[in-house]
Structure formats: C-alpha cells, structure tokens
T-cell receptor, first 115, second 110 residues
Framework: DTGVSQDPRHKITKRGQNVTFRCDPI?????LYWYRQTLGQGPEFLTY????????KSRLLSDRFSAERPKGSFSTLEIQRTEQGDSAMYLC?????????????FGNGTRLTVT | DAKTTQPNSMESNEEEPVHLPCNHS???????IHWYRQLPSQGPEYVIH???SNVNNRMASLAIAEDRKSSTLILHRATLRDAAVYYC???????????FGKGTRLHILP
C-alpha cells in the first residue's frame, strides 16, 4: 500500500494562469474524491468519481474547475484563469466501496498559491 | 447533512487520557459516527467509527451515548504526536462522501 500520492506538493502561479494537479489513488480503490482546504477550516468537498464516472460536484466547483478520471485510475484537477481566492490546499482521497466502513485515505495535498 | 458540534480547541498533558466531545443532536438512526484527524501538513486520516456500541481500536476508543446524541473520542495516553485537529463526522452510509466541520484542535503539553 503506497498510499494516495499527489503532485506537485506546492504550486505558485500568477493570477490568470491555468494549473493542473494530479492524484494517484490507492490502486484497487474505485472511489476518488477532491477536497479544498483553506487555513483554519476543515476540508470542503469538491467532487468525487466512481471509476471514471464523476458522480457529484459541489456548488463550490465553479466553471473554471474541471476534474477528470479518464481510465478510472489517476485523476486531474484543472483550474483555469486562477484567482487569488483559489489559493488553498487541494486534497485528494480514495476509498473502496463496499469495504468495511470504506474509510477515505487522503494524500498530503497540493498547496496552491496564486499571486 | 446532519451537523456535529465540537469545541474549537482543547489542551491535555502528555501521557494523560484525552476525552474529545462531539454533539450530534440531529443524528438519524442510520448515521454512523466517524472520527478523522489531521496532523500538521498532512491530509486527514481515519481514526475510528461506530453506530451504537462503544468501539475500540489501536488508535482510540469511541464512547457513544445511549441516545446517540453525543459521543466522545478517547485517547488513552496522549503523546506529542497526537497533536492534531480532530473531526467528528456523521456519515449516512459507508459509501457516502465525508463532510468535515472545523473540528477540535488538540494541543498536547509536554
């Protein structure tokens, strides 16, 4: 079990640029989640996939955000035309449906700073 | 989503037990009570969960009130590595997404 990995760990970008983050879940996990966390707050749910299907998107996920999981394995989260308010930690998690409790396993996140 | 209420922060001395409370007065009969914690600079990690009965695992114990309107996470002997934000969460079924609140920031004093 190599855990959930996220890349990059840190990203600094200028306002208006596009950024893309990658998440590699635990290999047999069919569910993949994206969360966003700002300082002093708990993680906020953004979206989740079951295999390659995106099953739910939060209202927090504006049109500038898009997530994909093309082959049901890794996922990418793209933010277009970044704004300073997008600065946050972006967390990815995975789980196996049907397993006892199906706990979410989180990566250590990608910290985005928009200048 | 059913809500939970936790103190913003708590302090405890190292090597002493810690009791972290959580109120969930609007819990429904099918909601599971989950606890996650988030160490500094890391993603959250699962700690424990329960439905009605008290639960123990290698990390902690979970005590659930008889009416299920509150629960307590118990760390039997806190260490400095237990300093983290602890989240109490209600989850309707095992495949639901997790909705986090602000949690309790636990400080451990050496």
């Amino acid at each position: 079990d190599t855990g959930v990995s996220q890349d990059p760990r840190h990203k600094i970008t200028k306002r208006g640029q596009n950024v893309t983050f990658r998440c590699d879940p635990i290999s047999e996990h069919n569910r993949l989640y994206w969360y966003r966390q700002t300082l002093g707050q708990g993680p906020e749910f953004l979206t989740y996939f079951q295999n390659e299907a995106q099953l739910e998107k939060s209202r927090l996920l504006s049109d500038r955000f898009s997530a994909e999981r093309p082959k049901g394995s890794f996922s990418t989260l793209e933010i277009q035309r970044t704004e300073q308010g997008d600065s946050a930690m972006y967390l990815c998690a995975s789980s196996l449906t049907g397993a006892e409790n199906s706990p979410l396993h989180f990566g250590n996140g990608t910290r985005l700073t928009v200048t | 989503d059913a809500k939970t209420t936790q103190p913003n922060s708590m302090e405890s001395n190292e090597e002493e037990p810690v009791h972290l409370p959580c109120n969930h007065s609007t819990i429904s009969g099918t909601d599971y009570i989950h606890w996650y914690r988030q160490l500094p600079s890391q993603g959250p990690e699962y700690v424990i969960h329960g439905l009605t009965s008290n639960v123990n695992n290698r990390m902690a114990s979970l005590a659930i009130a008889e009416d299920r309107k509150s629960s307590t996470l118990i760390l039997h002997r806190a260490t400095l590595r237990d300093a983290a934000v602890y989240y109490c969460i209600l989850r309707m079924n095992r495949d639901d997404k997790i909705i986090f609140g602000k949690g309790t920031r636990l400080h451990i004093l050496p």
